[in-house]
């Protein structure tokens, strides 16, 4: 897993990379860093999250650590592609609550010789893969997948444990609705 340097980076084309993993293992945190490492090299970057993410802030992109970004909140995917065209660099946040176009989206953007940069949990609270995701990491050029701490036994962690009761797939919640877990102490939902 080698992400593109300045020294290293296609030359002429558009690329998508990919950042996964579950809730706490720093996602947002390496995407705003990548962000900001390509505003400094004085690339034109528009970030987009989507609108149902209102859990920190209506305009930023913001990781569990506070570190945050200006974004623009988006209602689907389209809309994206609509407000990105005069972006070198694109950053999406929460990959996985976007409408399935998401994938057809990123695509033509890097084949428009943009980089897009997207973040999201590949995995659900029941342990199963999160689309659009999965798609997404199929199409990229470049994957991360981050790791948190296992709130139980402290092994890296590579799972969300709702810790609520709902049922729903798509919570969005606060700190206190999940804990990151490692292989051994998930506990899948049984309904």
């Known amino acids: 897993m080698n992400i593109p340097t300045i020294h290293d980076s296609p030359k ?16 947002t945190e390496e995407l705003i860093r990548r962000l900001r490492r390509a505003e ?29 970004l200006k974004s623009m909140v988006v209602e689907n995917s389209s809309e994206l592609e ?13 990959g996985q609550f976007f409408d399935s176009n998401i994938v057809d989206v990123v695509e033509r953007l890097a ?21 659009p995701m999965p798609q997404l990491l199929a199409i990229a050029e470049y994957i991360t997948k981050t790791l948190a701490i296992c709130m139980i036994c402290g092994n890296p962690a590579d799972r969300t444990q709702r810790t609520s009761a709902s049922t ?3 919570l969005v919640g606060a700190k206190d609705s999940y804990e990151a877990r490692c292989r051994r102490c998930f506990e899948p939902p049984t309904a």
Request: aromatic share 8%.
């Open 168 to 170: 729903e797939r798509v």
């Open 82 to 94: 609509q407000l990105a065209s005069d972006a070198q660099v694109i950053g999406i946040d929460e």
């Open 40 to 68: 400094i090299a004085k690339q034109r970057v528009m970030v987009f999250k989507p609108k149902i993410d209102n859990r920190y802030s209506s305009d930023h992109i913001v990781s569990h650590s506070e570190a945050r």
């Open 12 to 27: 002429g084309i558009g690329w998508i990379e990919v950042i996964v993993g579950c809730m706490f293992s720093g996602k």
């Open 111 to 131: 084949n428009q010789g943009k980089r897009v940069v997207i973040a999201g949990l590949d995995q659900d609270y029941r342990g199963k893969p999160f689309e």
